[in-house]
């Protein structure tokens, strides 16, 4: 029973419940709470017409967008020819496609190992809960907070291929200068380690959170039993954050799909199409030339929003089974 | 455990730590390198002959873009706090039917690449002369916020006591007074984390205001340090500096923040 349908049955019970028959009782009860329903509704008006404006409408001129031939100035005056499929049908075709393709899913797949791995261990290492382990998990935080631009500018400063920090440390242990971000070979690597460098803290936080919500004592029963830490994690702890680990992935799945500022800062989704992906290109189709093309922009946006969209499910469904279990 | 095995892993610890921060330290060392040491072999890893040159640079060349992202920053904290506490308690202690599917349309919303927002935007705000503005670049960056506020509004305000809600129902306040003098004081700790990290994110905003605010007078911090890094690649130290001036805010969160997210909601409301 809610709320609403006790106070209603404890009004008609102290008050006036012996004059008033039950029908009419009732159908007090039911506009008490058609009144209710009205003032829930009143308060969520506000965001329901920011969502409708905000985001169903942009998302609405963005599929308008990739369903016609928009030139310059028809996207200003209006009155662009519908052309079906015909923005997707280019977007397939184009040259930049299949790499685009394969950057997309390269970036995302190695950043979320990487981050993965690194956020596990280090959450680990931080559940030990030693002398200051408070401030320095505290301190891990900082590259996720930072502004993508301060990240992407310094780490673009310390790539430099002549004066960068990196190439200078590479030197020590014989590695001679790599063109970091103006070699084909090495841009979609680099792009792919800084968003690594921002992607650890995220997977700590939620990692840290999943191992505090395990009880200790399980810890103590497999020691007592004879479990090294190693076999203590790969068998106790490491199940038991499965669903945690899979929030984890698929929420980082769904953030470096979207990764756009990083790369863009970085290298321009260059040298050519060397570390472009799809965010890069819809971009770069759209607001990157002299000449915009928003209608295979658009399309390739959408293309995204749909790969995004699937991860996005997915995880609700692992989500709303890990809450059931 | 031992007090030896401690200081080993305290000591692991800080070289980790060390190891993760070396880009905000090496962002710091560059701003204060002259410029004549900037191309140097070996880099200093010190700034031996520190300078405050970028810093006045910074001074001289990029006050208005701080103005404008602090303006931008506020504007969103406010659009977002008003738009999504009242959604939160609604959602939280009104029971809406189809609340469910609403909260369902926000954990989607913050799926959608904002890149494709952008586009969608450029769209609309062509077409009612929103492009290059204060609000329309505020409108865009709330929705980096907005939906996520709702989330930690419901979240906290699930958290304040039925009694509370009854009490204040009994001595005869409707819900908007009930939202107004009982839930919206008890959720200070969720306005300050909405609040710091609406800013933040709108602070560092740098999509919406490159596709948006492009060739606006007003343009924010972000689109002053990409001015930077595309006309004088020379001077890193003014572009470091910028960097760590735009960062202040997110040092800021970290150090306020840290509280006020483990706070519990209705921590002294009902102490007896």
Known sequence: MTPAQVRGAGHGAGGTAQAVPPAARSSRRRARRRKDQWAAWAFLLPVTAYLLLFYAYPLYSNIDLSLKNYTVQSFVQGGAPFTGFANYLADFRDPTFVPALEHTLVFTGVSLVFQFAAGMALAVFFARHFRLSGVLRALFLVPWLLPLIVSASTWSWMLDSEAGVINYAAHFIGVGPVNWLTSPHWALASVTIANIWIGIPFNLVILYSGLQAIPGGIHEAAAIDGAGRWQTFWRVTFPLLRPVSAIALLLGLIYTLKVFDIIWIMTRGGPVDASTTFATWSYQLGFGNLLPAFGPAAAVGNLLIVMALAAGLFYLRVQRRSETQ | ?272
């Open chain 2, 1 to 272: 455990m031992t007090r030896h095995k401690t200081w080993w892993h305290t000591a692991l610890g800080v070289v980790l730590t060390a190891v993760m921060l070396f880009p905000v330290y090496w962002m710091i060392n560059v701003s204060f390198t002259r410029t004549q040491d900037m191309r140097k072999t070996p880099p200093n890893l010190f700034p031996v002959h520190g300078t405050l040159a970028g810093y006045v640079l910074v001074l001289h060349q990029q006050l208005p873009y701080l103005a404008t992202s602090l303006a931008v920053g506020l504007g969103t904290v406010a659009l977002t706090l008003v738009v999504a506490a009242p959604a939160g308690y609604s959602l939280a202690k009104l029971r809406p039917r189809g609340g469910g599917m609403l909260r369902f349309a926000l954990v989607i919303a913050q799926m959608i690449p904002a890149i494709i927002m952008a586009m969608g935007f450029y769209v609309i705000f062509l077409r009612v002369h929103l492009l290059s503005t204060l609000p329309g670049l505020i409108l865009a960056d709330s929705t980096i916020a907005v939906p996520f506020a709702v989330l930690i509004f419901m979240a906290f305000m699930t958290g304040i006591p039925e009694e509370l809600m009854q009490a204040s129902k009994i001595d005869g306040a409707g819900v908007l007074r009930t939202f107004w003098s009982i839930v919206i004081p008890l959720s200070r700790n969720a306005i300050v984390t909405v609040s710091l990290f609406a800013f933040l994110w709108a602070w560092s905003d740098f999509i919406f205001a490159t596709t948006l605010d492009a060739s606006g007078s007003h343009q924010p911090i972000t689109l002053g340090i990409y001015h930077y890094i595309g006309n004088n690649n020379q001077q890193w130290n003014a572009i470091m500096a910028t960097a760590v001036l735009a960062s202040i805010p997110a040092a800021i969160l970290l150090v306020v923040a840290q509280r006020h997210v483990a706070a519990g909601v209705t921590a002294g409301a009902i102490k007896d």
